[in-house]
Structure formats: C-alpha cells, structure tokens
C-alpha cells in the first residue's frame, strides 16, 4: 500500500512515517523548499520526498499524479494558534487553499484513494459545561481563525465526500504531544525552558501564558496509531474524536515537568503569552472512533513528559 503523508518532515508527520514504515506501508511525503528534514533524515531513503508547495495547484496535481497513492494524510497546515491571530489570511489560505488543490488533484486524478484530514478540537472552541465531554454532536462555537480554518477543511472533506463519493474521514484530534512537538507549543516550550535551565543557558526563571486553561493531551505515538487505524477502518463522510477522555490544566502539566528535574525553578507570568481568547476547557469522548476500531491511548501522560524532557536534553547536549 502506499501512503502520502503532507507534512511528513513535521511533528506528527514524522512520528506517523515511522509507524506505517513498520506496518509495511510505502510512504511518501510532501516537503517545502523551507522545510528542515532534521526529524526524517534517520528514515531516508525508505521514505520518498516529494518536493511539493499545496498552495500550487500545478505542484499538487504533478505531485498526486506521479506518487498515486492508495492513501493520503493530510497534516500539512499553519497550526499555531496565536499565529492565526497574527495573520488571520495567512491561515485560513495555507490551510484551505492546500487542501482544496489536494482534493481536487485526487478526483482530477480518478485515483482510488482514501484520505484522512487532520481536523482539531480547537473546532468546538466555546464549549458549554454541559457539553463535556466532547462528542462528534456538540456544536463548534470556534474562538480563533485556526479553529475557523479547520472547520471549513472538515466541511470540505464533507463535501467532497458527498458530491463525489471520495473516501474521507476527519479527525477532530485533541492536544498531543511528545519527542520533536513544536517548541512553540505548550508542553515542548516549558519543557525546552527547563533543559535550558538545567544547563545553565538561561537564569532560573519559566515564563508561562495562561495556566488555568485545561486541555486534553494524547501522546503523539498514540495519535499516529489512530491515524493508521482511522482510514483502514472508518467509516467515509464521518468525523471523529482522537483524545485521551481528561483533561489537566496547563499549570498541572508544568507542575509535572518541574517534578521530573532537579533544577529549582520560578514560574513568571509573560503578558506577552496570553492570547485573545482561549479555550477554557476541552476535554474529549473518543467512543465513537474506540466502537469503530477498538483503539484506545496507551501512553501514560507522565511517560510523555518525561520522553518530551528527553528530547529536550538529547537536543542541548
Ligand atoms: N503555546 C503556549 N501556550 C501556553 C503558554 N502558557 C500557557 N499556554 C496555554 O496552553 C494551552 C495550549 O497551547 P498550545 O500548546 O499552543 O496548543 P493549543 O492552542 O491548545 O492548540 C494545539 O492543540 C490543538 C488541538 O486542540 C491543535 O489543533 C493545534 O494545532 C495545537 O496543536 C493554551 O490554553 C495556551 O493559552 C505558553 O507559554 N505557550
């Protein structure tokens, strides 16, 4: 079988080649001009770089056309929630604009191909108390131009599916993290914060954003596994929730990786990193997509954290 994955030189991109390398899968991914291939370059040559930008529609087409695959992942995206707010345009082109070549280069193509899009929770944004946890059916009350992008690549997905009969499923994953996540994301942030102070590259203080927001966190090498296990087993047109079914406040989750170093740290607050608007709460049902292929995480959270710091000090050292 072979499988694209967009975004493969990315966090989750990376994780998910290695995973259907070992499940014997022929992986191919797209890469940017810009793009580091830092966190694939151990798995060259078995996987295939196509250089390839989604926001050209003629790079896509040649791209689908020559790689035929039995299987596309779409993860490439802007995904930075405060960046969407920075250049609202920006995001909601990139991640449309990309997606639409992408569906329409598979159906130009007439290609049997199944398709996962990487979705998010950010989608149901404002959730009401009595709506946790989240099911597929709660309404999408989204808070910022990412979540507004990702909804429209969902409905897309939708769409594409009902006008043409394509098969594609949509992911609404919740938090995840692990080994390479962006360092602009929460828990790779304070975690490089730590390691930094450990080595003594930085005074002894963690600058934090808002600390009581609480979010579902699944690890990546969990999440990557659903991926495989969403477009063998699921049901096309239909949406579902990737998500560890608790949630813990972002200030927790610091408490846990100050806990495994030794370094004594203060905590300062950083205006800077307060957002707009921010979710308060998000806290995911993954039932629906655990009836369907039997999946469930298996990470334990503090074994994430503590393979997060590693990275982090493999990184400095
Ligand atoms: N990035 C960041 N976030 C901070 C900080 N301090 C507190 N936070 C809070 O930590 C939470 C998580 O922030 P991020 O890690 O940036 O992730 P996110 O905005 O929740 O979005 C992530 O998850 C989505 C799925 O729910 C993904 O779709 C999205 O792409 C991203 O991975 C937010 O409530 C944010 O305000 C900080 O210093 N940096």
């Known amino acids: 079988m072979k499988a694209l994955i967009t975004g493969i030189t990315g966090f989750a991109g990376s994780h998910l080649a290695e995973h259907l390398l070992a499940h014997q899968m022929e992986v191919s991914g797209t890469v940017r001009k810009t793009s580091s291939i830092k966190h694939i370059a151990h798995l060259l040559p078995a996987v295939r770089l196509y250089e390839c930008e989604l926001t050209n529609e003629a790079n896509v087409e040649k791209m689908i056309a020559d790689v035929k695959p039995d299987m596309i992942f779409h993860l490439a995206a802007q995904s930075f929630v405060p960046k969407s707010w920075e250049s609202p345009l920006e995001t909601i082109y990139?991640?449309?604009?990309?997606?639409?070549?992408?569906?329409?280069?598979?159906?130009?193509?007439?290609?049997?191909?199944?398709?996962?899009?990487?979705?998010?929770?950010?989608?149901?944004?404002?959730?009401?108390?009595?709506?946790?946890?989240?099911?597929?059916?709660?309404?999408?009350?989204?808070?910022?131009?990412?979540?507004?992008?990702?909804?429209?690549?969902?409905?897309?997905?939708?769409?594409y599916f009902r006008s043409y009969g394509m098969h594609i499923v949509c992911m609404r994953t919740f938090n995840h993290t692990g080994p390479r996540r962006g360092e602009?994301?929460?828990?790779?942030n304070f975690a490089r914060q730590i390691v930094e102070i450990e080595r003594g590259l930085k005074p002894p203080i963690l600058y934090v954003g808002n600390l009581e927001a609480k979010r579902d966190f699944t690890d990546v090498r969990d999440v990557v596994r659903a991926y495989r296990l969403a477009i063998e087993k699921c049901e096309p047109g239909e949406v579902y929730n990737i998500a560890s079914g608790s949630s813990r406040a972002i200030g927790e989750m610091l408490q846990t990786l100050v806990s495994l170093s030794s370094s004594t740290i203060s905590i300062q607050e950083d205006p800077a990193r307060l957002r707009p608007a921010d979710v308060p709460e998000l806290i995911g049902d993954y039932?629906?997509?655990?009836?369907?292929?039997?999946w469930r995480p298996e990470i334990p959270f503090e074994q994430t954290m503590q393979d997060l710091l590693s990275y982090w000090r493999a990184e400095f050292s």
Do not use: M, W
């Not at 602009?184 to 790779?188: G, I, K, R, Y």
């Open 184 to 188: 602009q994301f929460v828990t790779s």
């Open 94 to 159: 990139n991640n449309i604009a990309g997606q639409i070549h992408l569906l329409e280069a598979v159906r130009k193509a007439g290609i049997n191909c199944k398709l996962l899009l990487a979705c998010s929770s950010e989608e149901y944004g404002q959730v009401e108390t009595q709506d946790i946890p989240i099911k597929e059916t709660t309404p999408l009350r989204p808070l910022n131009p990412y979540a507004v992008s990702k909804i429209t690549q969902n409905y897309l997905g939708y769409q």
């Open 287 to 294: 039932s629906k997509f655990h009836h369907r292929t039997g």
